[in-house]
């Protein structure tokens, strides 16, 4: 089974664009999370979204948002690019079994914001 | 809020030895996830463990295994008969049992050489 997909694998914009990524989930699973991951950190939490719901976000501004589609597809945007978000942004999917949810991650998608 | 500290920034070990990452977390919750995750030099997020806080026995997959101290709220992996191919960042991450939403803290990670 093909894992979590995600695209574009890098990406480069200049401050103040907007940028789109993303995300296919494991053929079953219904829950997309995006995470962002600064150089030499770990991931930070931005939304989960689970059957087109939002579940969950973290501490990020409204320039971040996010969409879940009817096929649990998934799309992060982002307007207003700064500096600071250059960053590797990662989405997982999950499903729910006997021993809870468990989150499985795809590639990533390579930010630069010059 | 949840926090997960990871107090060895850098660690390595031989090829063939066994080496424990540390990994300790902070949460007023009683029920609740663990997990290790290993992110090798592509970046790729791969789960490693999992440990759910209502067992007391500590979870094992093949060369991983877990010590889990619930009541020092410390939660180590240990990779036995280590393999070049271990070598990765590894994050702790935590996740509580809600009811709506499942995110995963992670720690700063550490960063395994495996020598030949």
């Known amino acids: 089974d093909a894992g979590v997909t995600q695209s574009p694998t890098h990406l480069i914009k200049t401050r103040g664009q907007h940028v789109t990524l993303r995300c296919s989930p494991i053929?079953?699973?219904?829950?997309v999370s995006w995470y962002q991951q600064v150089l030499g950190q770990g991931p930070q939490f931005i939304f989960q979204?689970?059957?087109?719901?939002?579940?969950g976000r973290g501490n990020f501004p409204d320039r971040f948002s996010a969409r879940q589609f009817p096929n649990y597809s998934s799309e992060l945007n982002v307007n207003a690019l700064l500096l600071g978000d250059s960053a590797l942004y990662l989405c997982?999917?999950?499903?729910?079994?006997?021993?809870?949810?468990?989150?499985?991650f795809g590639p990533g998608t390579r930010l630069l914001v010059l | 809020a949840q926090t997960v500290t990871q107090s060895q920034p850098e660690m390595s070990v031989q090829e063939a030895e066994t080496v424990t990452l540390s990994c300790t977390y902070d949460?007023?919750?009683?029920?609740?996830?663990l997990f290790w995750y290993k992110q090798p030099p592509s970046r790729q997020m791969i789960l490693v463990i999992r440990?759910?806080?209502?067992?007391?026995q500590n979870a094992t997959e093949n060369r991983f295994s877990v010590n889990f101290q619930k009541a020092a709220k410390s939660f180590s992996l240990k990779i036995s008969d280590s393999q070049l191919g271990d070598a990765a960042m590894y994050f702790c991450?935590?996740?509580?049992?809600?009811?709506?939403?499942?995110?995963?803290?992670f720690g700063e990670g550490t960063q395994l050489t495996v020598n030949p």
């Open positions: 949460t007023s919750e009683s029920d609740y996830y």
């Open positions: 979204y689970y059957e087109k719901e939002e579940r």
């Open positions: 991450a935590y996740r509580a049992q809600e009811t709506s939403g499942s995110r995963l803290t």
């Open positions: 053929s079953g699973h219904k829950s």
């Open positions: 997982a999917s999950s499903y729910t079994d006997r021993g809870g949810e468990t989150q499985y």
């Open positions: 440990q759910e806080a209502y067992k007391q």
